[in-house]
């Protein structure tokens, strides 16, 4: 397939359709042009040659009522035979006539009309064709025989100048051009309506998708064309199939959760009972299995609602909660969380999900501040498709450039002297590239570190 190809198919389909529409009806439009044309020219030149028939058909009745074939046959009616050069010309003689022998119109000036006799030609015949004038005009042509008995044969030639056909022909064809172009305009213009009204449903349907895209409907709704109809319909099954598919992964990550929780709580319980070296170990890695396996649960059950049609939270109200518990906790500290989030902002994905990756972070923030974390908001677009960029800042001490990519890997911890299992960024980095997201850390303006979450929004965060 040549690229021009694949670039056109991979084109709208309104503009394919107005491209294909306007290239028929131009080789239509041109095709019926070059049949009319030709038609028409056939009937200009059928039409001239009855005339010419006419004078013609008079000279011979001349030639036979005039009793002696050789005398003067007389004017035959049009003024124009009589003027020099005028170009419409007839000529009478008997066949290998000598010139002297020829008699003619006064138009004719002493030259002779070119013969249209080939030599497969039966007498009596009526040729048609063009030659030319003495005067180097183009002349369209009639030529007739006539048998006068014992008087002998006689060829008679009219002839007329062959540009009133030539300009029939090019008015003709001024006028088809000028209607053909102003039909060709207006069926481009009807095409465009008809490509416009027919592909409304597809747009409609369109705009249902964006608009249980945005969270503003759970269904398609509307009537549509019989052709389409079916598509909504399998596209609303589909829908329904995808809640019932997430409802379960819900609900059986939920129950795995509370099968696990129960073994590890009587390990926990039975290690009270144990010396108390080897209890310790018991506790230290029940609270290692537990954290392993509240973070898989996490991860798969994000995994499922992850980009979930449909699915829209709003930011500000998550975040400000998080920032209410957060300095609560580190009350000791006298921590304070300042936030810039604009109450429309809005992330594409679950609310446990934001509030998982946003709490995180500021709990990693608030860790290590002195007094202050600020969680401010970035708005950015990704192939024309809305982002936000979630920067949480800390004044604590901060880190160097490689550290920061080690403190993204699972379970790695830089301080064991802080509470954690070391697990939180790279939740946060799992959940944010299941969203096609990302996490960045980066310095902080306030000297300590900033942690940058990027996470798709909706179109009225813009």
Same mark, same amino acid.
């Given at each position: 397939?040549?690229?021009?190809?694949?670039?056109?198919?991979?084109?709208?389909?309104?503009?394919? !359709?107005?491209?294909? /529409? *306007?290239?028929?009806?131009?080789?239509?439009?041109?095709?019926?042009? #070059?049949?009319?044309?030709?038609?028409?020219?056939?009937?200009?030149?059928?039409?001239?040659?009855?005339? =010419?028939?006419?004078?013609?058909? $008079? !000279?011979?009745?001349? =030639?036979?009522?005039?009793?002696?074939?050789? &005398?003067? !046959?007389?004017?035959?009616?049009?003024?124009?035979?009589?003027?020099?050069?005028?170009?419409?010309?007839?000529?009478?003689?008997?066949?290998?006539?000598?010139?002297?022998?020829?008699?003619?119109?006064?138009?004719?000036?002493?030259?002779?009309?070119?013969?249209?006799?080939?030599?497969?030609? &039966?007498?009596?015949?009526?040729?048609?064709?063009?030659?030319?004038?003495?005067?180097?005009?183009?002349?369209?042509?009639?030529?007739?025989?006539?048998?006068?008995?014992?008087?002998?044969?006689?060829?008679?030639?009219?002839?007329?100048?062959?540009?009133?056909? @030539?300009?029939?022909?090019?008015?003709?064809?001024?006028?088809?051009?000028?209607?053909? %172009?102003?039909?060709?305009? %207006?069926?481009?213009? $009807?095409?465009?309506?008809?490509?416009?009204?027919?592909?409304?449903?597809?747009?409609?349907?369109?705009?249902?998708?964006?608009?249980?895209?945005?969270?503003?409907? @759970?269904?398609?709704?509307?009537?549509?064309?019989?052709?389409?109809?079916?598509?909504?319909?399998?596209?609303?099954?589909?829908?329904?199939?995808?809640?019932?598919?997430?409802? &379960?992964?819900?609900?059986?990550?939920?129950?795995?959760?509370?099968?696990?929780?129960?073994?590890?709580?009587?390990?926990?319980?039975?290690?009270?009972?144990?010396?108390?070296? *080897?209890?310790?170990?018991?506790?230290?890695?029940?609270?290692?299995? &537990?954290?392993?396996?509240?973070?898989?649960?996490?991860?798969?059950?994000?995994?499922?609602?992850?980009?979930?049609?449909? $699915?829209?939270?709003?930011? @500000?109200?998550?975040?400000?909660?998080?920032?209410?518990?957060?300095?609560?906790?580190?009350? +000791?500290?006298?921590?304070?969380?300042?936030?810039?989030?604009?109450?429309?902002?809005?992330?594409?994905?679950?609310?446990?999900? #934001?509030?998982?990756?946003?709490?995180?972070?500021?709990?990693?923030? /608030?860790?290590?501040?002195?007094?202050?974390?600020?969680?401010?908001?970035?708005?950015?677009?990704?192939?024309?498709?809305?982002?936000?960029?979630?920067?949480?800042?800390?004044?604590?001490?901060?880190?160097?450039?490689?550290?920061?990519?080690?403190?993204?890997?699972?379970?790695?911890?830089?301080?064991?002297?802080?509470?954690?299992?070391?697990?939180?960024? /790279?939740?946060?980095? +799992?959940?944010?590239?299941?969203?096609?997201?990302?996490?960045?850390?980066?310095? /902080?303006?306030?000297?300590? #570190?900033?942690?940058?979450? @990027? #996470?798709?929004?909706?179109?009225?965060?813009?």
């Amino acid at each position: 397939m040549s690229p021009l190809v694949k670039r056109f198919a991979s084109r709208p389909i309104a503009v394919r !359709l107005a491209v294909s /529409s *306007v290239f028929w009806s131009f080789v239509i439009l041109l095709i019926a042009g #070059l049949i009319l044309s030709t038609l028409y020219r056939d009937n200009t030149e059928r039409a001239f040659d009855q005339r =010419l028939l006419v004078y013609a058909n $008079t !000279l011979a009745s001349n =030639l036979v009522g005039a009793g002696d074939p050789d &005398r003067d !046959l007389g004017p035959i009616g049009d003024p124009r035979f009589e003027l020099p050069l005028s170009g419409w010309y007839w000529q009478v003689a008997r066949p290998n006539a000598a010139p002297a022998e020829i008699r003619s119109s006064k138009s004719l000036f002493g030259g002779q009309l070119p013969s249209l006799a080939a030599g497969d030609d &039966r007498f009596g015949q009526i040729r048609r064709g063009y030659g030319r004038a003495p005067d180097d005009r183009n002349l369209r042509v009639i030529e007739r025989d006539i048998d006068l008995g014992e008087d002998g044969r006689y060829i008679i030639r009219v002839a007329g100048p062959a540009d009133e056909i @030539e300009a029939a022909a090019r008015d003709f064809i001024f006028a088809l051009t000028v209607t053909f %172009a102003l039909l060709g305009l %207006a069926l481009g213009f $009807t095409t465009l309506l008809q490509i416009r009204f027919g592909l409304r449903p597809l747009s409609n349907l369109r705009s249902a998708l964006g608009a249980i895209r945005q969270g503003e409907a @759970e269904r398609i709704a509307g009537e549509y064309p019989r052709d389409i109809s079916p598509l909504a319909s399998e596209l609303n099954l589909l829908l329904d199939t995808n809640r019932e598919i997430l409802e &379960r992964a819900r609900t059986q990550v939920g129950n795995l959760a509370h099968a696990l929780k129960t073994p590890l709580s009587v390990i926990m319980n039975e290690a009270e009972n144990a010396p108390e070296d *080897v209890a310790a170990r018991i506790r230290e890695q029940a609270a290692l299995m &537990r954290d392993q396996v509240n973070y898989y649960l996490d991860r798969a059950r994000a995994a499922a609602l992850a980009g979930t049609l449909g $699915t829209l939270t709003e930011a @500000e109200p998550v975040i400000a909660g998080l920032a209410r518990t957060f300095a609560k906790i580190y009350r +000791d500290k006298d921590l304070e969380v300042e936030l810039a989030i604009p109450p429309d902002l809005r992330f594409r994905g679950e609310k446990q999900d #934001l509030e998982e990756m946003a709490g995180n972070l500021i709990d990693n923030a /608030s860790k290590w501040a002195v007094h202050k974390v600020v969680v401010a908001t970035e708005i950015a677009r990704d192939d024309d498709r809305p982002r936000f960029r979630l920067l949480i800042d800390d004044d604590g001490p901060g880190l160097p450039e490689a550290a920061r990519a080690e403190m993204l890997k699972r379970g790695r911890r830089l301080d064991e002297t802080k509470p954690g299992s070391g697990l939180g960024l /790279s939740i946060v980095t +799992d959940l944010a590239a299941l969203y096609r997201g990302s996490l960045k850390l980066d310095a /902080s303006p306030m000297g300590g #570190l900033r942690a940058i979450l @990027e #996470l798709p929004g909706d179109r009225s965060s813009d």
